[in-house]
């Protein structure tokens, strides 16, 4: 059985697709896993993606495949100059899709896992984290990487396109509450309503992008002094500019405010936007009362995350 875990965003989201840094940690309560077992002789490679009810064969030959995970199979397959072996590849996946959780980017470093593993190789993190960007083109069209490299490497990373990423230190443990709005966006949309906004009126929206960059860099200040009240304070920043960039929704908005109504240090929508999940600081004692708050607003499932001091 192969794996890879599911990723949260901290902060930085859409402009790191613009070059400025972004902040973003594995979630490992979120799990995406290939499962191999031998198919009789002839039979070739069969993907079985339970969570979306699809049956996959797996042919060298299509020209563009419609589907991510046949993709990604025929490009660990080129990789490794291989045939398609009598196989077949169980996925299963617990991470919402289309929530901001990288379930993409998960699902598909955990098929080429198992098919390389399968083959007989062992893929180094590079050679993955390229494949795994590959097949994030169909799903992002035009994707920063940050989702695939923190999967793929599952380290807490500091993030600018385009370089190697850099890991930070964290002065003191922080505690963050993730909540699924339950409601799922398209990243792709997203990134492209951006684009237009910044395309339109450069000087406005291009500042905003350019603030969000300023705002994570000051923030890998405060996880390195463990500082979470002046973390807090940057995210509210973060989301309140997320909006204006028009990818938060009335639901993500809501769920901020009852974080913050509730004593939360900062929250903030993470991800693509207009669904998926809010993230919430906390201190432990807080955490409880911000919970019950979240939900009350509409929470559809809620995990505790601690960001261990290292
Ligand atoms: O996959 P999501 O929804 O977590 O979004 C990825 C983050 C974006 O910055 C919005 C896009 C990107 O490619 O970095």
């Known amino acids: 059985m192969h794996s890879a875990s599911a990723k ?47 049956v996959l064969r797996v042919h060298l030959d299509d020209e563009t495949p419609d589907n991510a995970l046949t993709y990604a199979a025929q490009l660990t397959l080129h ?9 077949s590849i169980e996925i299963r996946s617990t991470i919402p ?31 993955l984290n390229t494949l795994v960007y590959e097949v994030e083109k169909m799903h992002h069209g035009t994707p920063s990487g940050i989702d695939n490299t923190v999967i793929v490497f599952g380290r807490p990373v500091y993030f600018v396109r385009g370089q190697t990423p850099e890991p930070f230190s964290v002065g003191r443990a922080l505690h963050f509450l993730v909540s699924d709005s339950g409601v ?14 910044v395309d339109s009126e450069p000087e406005q929206y291009g500042g905003h992008i ?5 705002i994570v ?15 807090g304070a940057l995210m509210i920043q973060d989301h309140d500019l997320l909006r204006a960039l028009t990818v938060s929704s009335g639901l ?12 939360a240090l900062g929250a903030k929508l993470s991800g693509g936007g207009r669904g998926g999940n809010v993230i919430a600081l906390v201190t432990p004692e807080q955490a409880g009362r ?8 509409g929470a559809h499932q809620l995990w505790p995350m601690t960001l261990e001091a290292r």
């Not at 799922?184 to 906004?197: F, I, K, N």
């Open 210 to 214: 350019e603030a969000i960059g300023h």
């Open 97 to 127: 899709i289309g929530s901001g959780f990288g379930s993409g980017a998960a699902v598909t470093a955990a098929l080429i896992r198992s098919l390389s593993a399968a083959l007989g190789h062992s893929l180094d993190g590079d050679a």
């Open 184 to 197: 799922s966006a398209s990243t792709r949309e997203t990134v492209g309503d951006v684009r237009r906004l």
């Open 217 to 231: 860099r000051e923030a890998r200040g405060c996880l390195e002094a463990g500082d979470a009240a002046a973390l």
């Open 252 to 263: 993500l908005d809501r769920l901020v405010e009852a974080a913050l109504g509730a004593g």
């Open 290 to 297: 911000v919970a019950a708050a979240l939900r009350e607003a």
């Open 79 to 87: 990789a490794l100059n291989a045939r398609p072996p009598d196989l």
């Open 8 to 54: 949260i965003i901290l902060l930085g989201e859409h402009a790191v697709v613009y070059g400025q840094p972004a902040i973003a940690v594995p979630f490992p309560a979120l799990t995406a896993t290939a499962h191999a077992t031998d198919a009789p002789p002839g039979d070739g490679l069969t993907i079985l993606a339970h969570d979306v009810g699809r």
